[in-house]
Structure formats: structure tokens, C-alpha cells
């Protein structure tokens, strides 16, 4: 798809390219949801006409694919830099919840629509999605069963223990502000600590 669009005629001010048109989805769907956002609003705040967004996209369903795949990937590369390089179970474990919790403080749109939105999708991109979003509590969860296994941690159920974590991080972007009495940071060295509470990590 062409990255940029210049048009005559009533669109002949706005040059507008495939990045702003997610974005602006984006501010849509965290704000209005997938269901409730029009294409044509979309374009009326880009300051173009509806027809003119098929430079960018095939469908407002295709902005959404996008957003959640995008998004998805960011939080599996997210965890595999966090854990890497260490064995140890307690570092993995604070570490991926930093930045998971991180991720939804200072992206909170794109976690807004991946929570609440993603079952908008059709098949077989659904699918697709939650199978991403499995991987990841996966991989959490085998953290917690490894610690487990070392005595390291005594939760006594490491599903239950990484659906906690992971549910407790999600939330974070319905409630953080930027102007609130704590930083993103500072919410996610919180949230990290709070994982090992939940797994009950014995030193």
C-alpha cells in the first residue's frame, strides 16, 4: 500500500500516510470501540474523504488485524529480551511482569483494544490472535512451574498464579494517567514485586 496520499479536489490539504490513519484508529477504537468507530470518522479527523482511506487499508476490520498483531508482537518480543540471558526464575519472573505492566501503562490505547476488542475479529484471524496471546501466558506460567519445581516459589498453582499477573498488569491501562502520583516506571518496579507476593517467592 502507498505510504502517503495526496489528493485534489476537497482532499487537496491533506497528505496523509498509512501511519497516521492506524493512529488515529487507534485514538478511535481505545476511545469509541471497534464497533462504535465509523470509517468516516476516521477520515474526518484526518481531513480527508472516506474513499481516500482505501489508499492505506482494505478494510477498517484490516486496522484491527493490524493493531492486535502489532501489539501481540511487541509483548512476546517484550518478554524474551526481559528474561534473557538468566536462568533464574525470580529475575524472569519480575522482570517479564515489569515490562508487561510497563507496556500497558505507556501504550494504553493499543491494550485498551487488544482486551476488549480482539474477538471482533473474524476467523480464521481470531484464532490466529489468541494463539499469540497463549503463547505469551505460556511462557509466564512456565517461568512460575520452574520456580515451583526449585522450591524457589510456593504458589501452589502456576495457571492460576500467571492468569493473576497478567490480569492484574492488563488493568493498569484502564486506570493509569500520565499525570497521576506515580510514573509508568514506577508502577511497573511495583507491579514486578507484586508478582512475587502472588507466587509467594521464598528467598
Known amino acids: 500500500m502507498p505510504s502517503t496520499d495526496t489528493r485534489t479536489g476537497p482532499d487537496a490539504r491533506a497528505v496523509v500516510t498509512s501511519e497516521a490513519v492506524?493512529?488515529?484508529?487507534?485514538?478511535?477504537?481505545?476511545?469509541?470501540?471497534?464497533?462504535?468507530?465509523?470509517?468516516?470518522?476516521?477520515?474526518?479527523?484526518?481531513?480527508?474523504?472516506?474513499?481516500?482511506?482505501?489508499?492505506?487499508?482494505?478494510?477498517?476490520?484490516?486496522?484491527?488485524?493490524?493493531?492486535?498483531?502489532?501489539?501481540?508482537?511487541?509483548?512476546?518480543?517484550?518478554?524474551?529480551?526481559?528474561?534473557?540471558?538468566?536462568?533464574?526464575?525470580?529475575?524472569?519472573?519480575?522482570?517479564?511482569?515489569?515490562?508487561?505492566?510497563?507496556?500497558?501503562?505507556?501504550?494504553?490505547?493499543?491494550?485498551?483494544i487488544v482486551n476488549r476488542d480482539t474477538t471482533s475479529l473474524p476467523e480464521p484471524a481470531l484464532t490466529a490472535m489468541r494463539q499469540r496471546r497463549r503463547e505469551h501466558e505460556r511462557a509466564i506460567r512456565s517461568v512460575i512451574a520452574r520456580g515451583i519445581e526449585s522450591g524457589t516459589f510456593a504458589v501452589g498453582n502456576a495457571g492460576l498464579a500467571s492468569f493473576a499477573i497478567l490480569e492484574m498488569s492488563v488493568s493498569i491501562a484502564r486506570w493509569f494517567r500520565e499525570d497521576g502520583p506515580r510514573t509508568a516506571e514506577q508502577v511497573a518496579d511495583e507491579y514486578a514485586e507484586f508478582a512475587l507476593r502472588i507466587v509467594r517467592y521464598r528467598p
Open 22 to 112: 492506524l493512529d488515529t484508529a487507534l485514538t478511535l477504537f481505545a476511545q469509541r470501540g471497534y464497533h462504535g468507530t465509523a470509517l468516516s470518522q476516521i477520515a474526518e479527523i484526518l481531513g480527508i474523504r472516506t474513499p481516500s482511506l482505501y489508499n492505506h487499508m482494505r478494510s477498517k476490520q484490516e486496522l484491527l488485524e493490524t493493531i492486535v498483531r502489532q501489539t501481540l508482537d511487541h509483548v512476546l518480543a517484550d518478554f524474551h529480551a526481559a528474561v534473557k540471558g538468566t536462568d533464574d526464575p525470580v529475575v524472569q519472573l519480575r522482570e517479564a511482569t515489569r515490562v508487561y505492566a510497563l507496556r500497558h501503562a505507556t501504550h494504553r490505547r493499543e491494550a485498551l
